[in-house]
């Protein structure tokens, strides 16, 4: 905060409203951060606080997220934001995590990129060791890679490897830094980071195997593992040869397999009228990753006219779920205006349909929308219930067209042309 504040609580930098106080916001913080506050949901009820577990999107405690919260805030120093994270988070951990390798494979190659394995360097820094000499060979330090690249058994495992599989070749590999292998596996495609990982997994394997005085495994019996291994975890696309009668084919290796197509009627559900005496909300958001938003919302009786459509641009929104419920709120606070029957409110995402239902304590950052929509219902008698996109098009054409078009209107028993086309085709096969 800027100059000098005697404000001791985030309730006086609310107006009467609920809402922020812009001007007193601008007055105490930096424009970044007004544009960041600006952002928190506020509840226009002023009602008490609840405890939240702030990590979770959802208020909840998990030990996942506090582990990952643990995790970012020991390395948040050592790491570097960049546009597209700005929180230091790297993206390139995921050729790791991505890999179609097992659990223990991905692990295994998290620790060589972090220099957490117990190599004889490590285990010398920490007095565990006289010496930081490679066991083995005892003509390098070793390091991580030293023991899969430089010695002995891992370079005769790598020649063998290479021999069935697309490797990159051992003489070109470097030791820049203790991240050589992300460096390694940013230039390589899906399939052969997959066979590096394996094979540089097997290595260690026989050299703890050597270390511990256990016979060595043979070379042959290890190649014949590792193709099985991978054969059977990512499958294998067979195109048959000249001679198919005796079982022989060509292997190639594919991640994703080629199938063939086949042209089947899918039938969507369709859109469905309300009861008579009731009349159905449709509510939908859209989001993109640039952070436009919209919401669109469309009212209908039990014949299926357009009682009042509606879309709005939505600004300072976080994500798709922020923009359904957004959506979800506006449209009921209308719907009370415009009608006198029984609502029945419907939406396309099961997420926000529960967040809504939920009977226990909202913690979530979207509390405020999820308490003040069920206030909204308390005032009518109402329900809420998730639909398939086939049947809120309506609603989803408006929501776009907010978006795309930044804009924000009401027409009364009608609406864009394209949102009217959807509404005729529902009412083609109207189910009463």
Known sequence: M??????RFVSELLNEQGAWNQALLHDYFLPADVTEIMKIRTSP????????????KYGVFSVKSAYQFGFDEAHRSATTGSSSRPDGARSCWQLIWSTEVPPTVRNFAWRVAIDSLPT???????GLETTDLCPLCATETEDCFHSLCRCTFSRILWETMADVWTLPCITSMHNS???????????LPEIERSMLLMMLWRAWYIRNEVIHHKPVPPMEASKRFLVSYLDSLIGIRTVLSSDPSKGKSVITYDIHPRRSHVITNVAHPKWIAPKAGWVQLCTDGSYADDGSAGAGMVLRDDKGSIIFSSCRQLFSCCEALEAELCACMEGLSFAIQRSVLRIMIEMDSIVAVKLIQAQEVDRSVYAPLTKEIRYLMCLRDSCITHINRSQ??????LAKFARLEGRTMTWIGSGPSQALEFAVIDCMDLVI
């Open 2 to 7: 800027q100059g000098r504040c005697r404000i």
């Open 45 to 56: 009820r002023l009602e008490e606080d609840t405890l939240a577990w702030g990590p979770s």
């Open 120 to 126: 004889w360097r490590n285990k010398h820094v920490r």
């Open 177 to 187: 830094d203790t991240e050589w292998l992300l460096h390694v596996l940013e230039t």
């Open 392 to 397: 809120n098009k309506v609603s989803d054409s």
